[in-house]
């Protein structure tokens, strides 16, 4: 076994100790629907961050300003009729989620870079200075200019060299959902946080307004526990799944008012993984993808859209249902944060005899896993400084054993008010313990043989 794989495995199986001690408490503790607001109140940990606020309707057909949860958007300064905006590439320190730290490359102190945002028509005007230790170019994914413009080093221009600043210049002429990123060791500057999106609104919008309109970018990083570097070769195994560079419980929450019409634009820069993106309560309906708009008769409805690699898809979805809504990639190891994936198959496993001869080598070695996983967020274990080899956070009836490219669409009569807190479930709306007068009227034996 290499050493990194038992430091990582050493820290997954002092959680099975407490699982073997802990399997009957969660059954124990169900919060009733009524309690759901005061239980919120008591723990502390939501989410961070609340409503948006306000939004500026500051486009053409009253179009709202998008929304770049946990990011920013790029300023711009007008001169004559050019918006002229300056994008840094530099080192960055980023947090994933607290407790869950790195050394990053970015844009402008973060990543992913500063939503680009335009209008139809516009011309820009961007300048790029390079504070990275290695040459770099930005390409705007998608977008049409002019061949000299499209950042492809070598191909299409020199590489910015350290220290040096570049001017690109062009129109955008199509509006859409794009995206941008180096040209030049794109695997190691994307790998490192070198990401970000671009929106350009129509001058003349066609189809219903929509109410808000977010943007998020799918990225997926491979940080060893304990490290702070973010691994540019790997290939495989990430372990860190992020909608703009956060993981849950790191994801800010999109919040929107009731009935409100919404738009989520998704780009997906991560190395090798496309991301199956599922909504909760509602479904939606893909109206453009980077390559443009698509026609109403082509669209259909999705509760699921899959954002290939090097892609965005941008669906919109009328918000109906009340609640806290999970959205997250489908693929469940996209929803761990660095979480061992080579682990012996121990469920149904008596483990008693191998905890004892591990043991001499690792003081307090237990095995994990022989009763599931599901309650290893809930395990107060010691983990290595610089990780989160767990899942979950604390939610309002329990914790939350998902972690990594996860995050709520918190629908609310009051988004501005409410955004913040737990959904308060109405009374009787709630799963809970069935009762067993009920379970007798309707005839069910919850001891019955199949
Ligand atoms: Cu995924």
Redesign the pocket.
Same mark, same amino acid.
């Given at each position: 076994m290499k050493r990194r794989d038992f430091i990582e495995m050493t820290a997954l199986s002092a959680t099975g100790a407490l699982l073997l001690r802990n399997t009957a408490r969660a059954q124990d503790h169900v919060a009733p629907a009524a309690a759901s607001t005061s239980a919120s109140a008591a723990k502390p940990a939501l989410p961070p961050t609340a409503a948006h606020g306000a939004i500026a309707r500051i486009f053409p057909g009253g179009q709202p300003a998008v929304i770049t949860p946990n990011g920013s958007t790029l300023p711009w300064r007008t001169v004559g009729d050019v918006k002229v905006g300056h994008l840094i590439a530099m080192p960055i320190a980023h947090t994933f989620t607290p407790g869950l730290d790195a050394d990053c490359w970015g844009y402008n102190g973060g990543t992913p870079g500063p939503t680009i945002e335009a209008v139809e028509g516009d011309r820009i005007r961007i300048y790029v200075t390079n504070r990275l230790p290695e040459a770099t170019t930005v390409h705007w994914h998608g977008v049409l200019l002019p061949n000299g413009m499209d950042g492809v080093a070598g191909l299409t221009q020199k590489p910015i060299a350290p220290g040096e600043t570049f001017k690109y210049e062009f129109t955008f002429t199509r509006p859409g959902t794009y995206m941008y990123h180096p040209h030049f060791d794109e695997m190691t500057q994307m790998a490192l946080g070198m990401v970000g999106m671009i929106v350009v609104h129509p001058k003349s919008p066609r189809g219903p307004r929509v109410d808000r309109d977010f943007v998020l970018m799918?990225h997926e990083w491979k940080l060893r526990v304990g490290m702070h570097r973010p691994d540019p070769s790997a290939m495989l195994d990430f372990n860190v799944?992020t909608f703009n560079s956060k993981a849950y419980p790191g994801t800010a929450p999109l919040v929107v008012g009731h009935r409100e019409r919404v738009r989520i634009r998704i780009g997906n820069l991560s190395a090798m993984?496309h +991301?199956?993106i599922h909504l909760h309560g509602h479904y939606f309906h893909v109206t453009a993808t980077d390559g443009g708009e698509i026609p109403v008769a082509g669209q259909w409805p999705e509760t699921t859209v899959l954002v290939p690699v090097g892609s965005t898809r941008t669906v919109e979805l009328s918000a109906d249902a009340l609640g806290d809504w999970p959205m997250h990639?489908h &693929?469940t190891h +996209?929803v761990m944060t660095q979480m061992g994936h080579e682990l012996p198959v121990m469920l149904g496993a008596d483990a008693r005899r191998i905890n004892q001869r591990v043991r001499p080598l690792v003081p307090g070695y237990m095995n994990m896993g022989q009763n599931g996983m599901g309650d290893m967020g809930d395990m107060k274990m010691p983990i290595p400084d610089n990780s989160q080899p767990m899942r979950g956070s604390p939610g309002p009836f329990s914790s939350i054993d998902m972690g990594g &490219?996860f995050t709520v669409l918190k629908v609310r009569q009051d988004p501005e008010r409410e955004g913040s807190g737990w959904y308060a479930h109405p009374q009787g709306t709630v799963a809970d313990r069935a009762d067993p007068q009920q379970l007798a009227a309707d005839g069910i034996d919850p001891d019955a043989k199949q």
């Amino acid at each position: 076994m290499k050493r990194r794989d038992f430091i990582e495995m050493t820290a997954l199986s002092a959680t099975g100790a407490l699982l073997l001690r802990n399997t009957a408490r969660a059954q124990d503790h169900v919060a009733p629907a009524a309690a759901s607001t005061s239980a919120s109140a008591a723990k502390p940990a939501l989410p961070p961050t609340a409503a948006h606020g306000a939004i500026a309707r500051i486009f053409p057909g009253g179009q709202p300003a998008v929304i770049t949860p946990n990011g920013s958007t790029l300023p711009w300064r007008t001169v004559g009729d050019v918006k002229v905006g300056h994008l840094i590439a530099m080192p960055i320190a980023h947090t994933f989620t607290p407790g869950l730290d790195a050394d990053c490359w970015g844009y402008n102190g973060g990543t992913p870079g500063p939503t680009i945002e335009a209008v139809e028509g516009d011309r820009i005007r961007i300048y790029v200075t390079n504070r990275l230790p290695e040459a770099t170019t930005v390409h705007w994914h998608g977008v049409l200019l002019p061949n000299g413009m499209d950042g492809v080093a070598g191909l299409t221009q020199k590489p910015i060299a350290p220290g040096e600043t570049f001017k690109y210049e062009f129109t955008f002429t199509r509006p859409g959902t794009y995206m941008y990123h180096p040209h030049f060791d794109e695997m190691t500057q994307m790998a490192l946080g070198m990401v970000g999106m671009i929106v350009v609104h129509p001058k003349s919008p066609r189809g219903p307004r929509v109410d808000r309109d977010f943007v998020l970018m799918t990225h997926e990083w491979k940080l060893r526990v304990g490290m702070h570097r973010p691994d540019p070769s790997a290939m495989l195994d990430f372990n860190v799944l992020t909608f703009n560079s956060k993981a849950y419980p790191g994801t800010a929450p999109l919040v929107v008012g009731h009935r409100e019409r919404v738009r989520i634009r998704i780009g997906n820069l991560s190395a090798m993984d496309h +991301h199956p993106i599922h909504l909760h309560g509602h479904y939606f309906h893909v109206t453009a993808t980077d390559g443009g708009e698509i026609p109403v008769a082509g669209q259909w409805p999705e509760t699921t859209v899959l954002v290939p690699v090097g892609s965005t898809r941008t669906v919109e979805l009328s918000a109906d249902a009340l609640g806290d809504w999970p959205m997250h990639c489908h &693929m469940t190891h +996209h929803v761990m944060t660095q979480m061992g994936h080579e682990l012996p198959v121990m469920l149904g496993a008596d483990a008693r005899r191998i905890n004892q001869r591990v043991r001499p080598l690792v003081p307090g070695y237990m095995n994990m896993g022989q009763n599931g996983m599901g309650d290893m967020g809930d395990m107060k274990m010691p983990i290595p400084d610089n990780s989160q080899p767990m899942r979950g956070s604390p939610g309002p009836f329990s914790s939350i054993d998902m972690g990594g &490219m996860f995050t709520v669409l918190k629908v609310r009569q009051d988004p501005e008010r409410e955004g913040s807190g737990w959904y308060a479930h109405p009374q009787g709306t709630v799963a809970d313990r069935a009762d067993p007068q009920q379970l007798a009227a309707d005839g069910i034996d919850p001891d019955a043989k199949q």
